[in-house]
């Protein structure tokens, strides 16, 4: 078992899990952040896309221990001031799915 901490949304979290556990099911099943998806279980499809230290990376494709110390910014960390981020307004206004 990996002993984990981040900072995800500008909060640290800390928790643990087996070392093989993917940064996106550390995201939903440990942090309770469910706008964060496995959809393709190929890596293509980008539902599982965060930003990790400012950089775009695949969720499904990374180990949450991988991510250790890092900062992580899910799709739920966007809105500012109870105000949707242009992305999740696009999504909402166009019913978008992934």
């Not at 230290?53 to 949450?64: E, N, R, Y």
């Amino acid at each position: 078992m990996a002993k984990i901490t981040m900072t995800v949304n500008g909060r640290q979290v800390s928790g643990t899990c087996d070392d093989r556990t993917l940064l996106v099911h550390f995201i939903r099943e440990n942090l309770g952040l469910t706008g964060t998806h496995v959809a393709c279980d190929t890596t293509q499809c980008g539902a599982c896309v965060v930003h990790m230290d400012g950089q775009s990376v695949k969720s499904c494709s990374i180990l949450a221990a991988q991510a250790a110390g890092s900062s992580v910014t899910t799709i739920e960390g966007l809105a500012s001031n109870g105000e949707l981020h242009p992305v999740q307004a696009a999504f909402k206004t166009h019913h978008g799915l992934q």
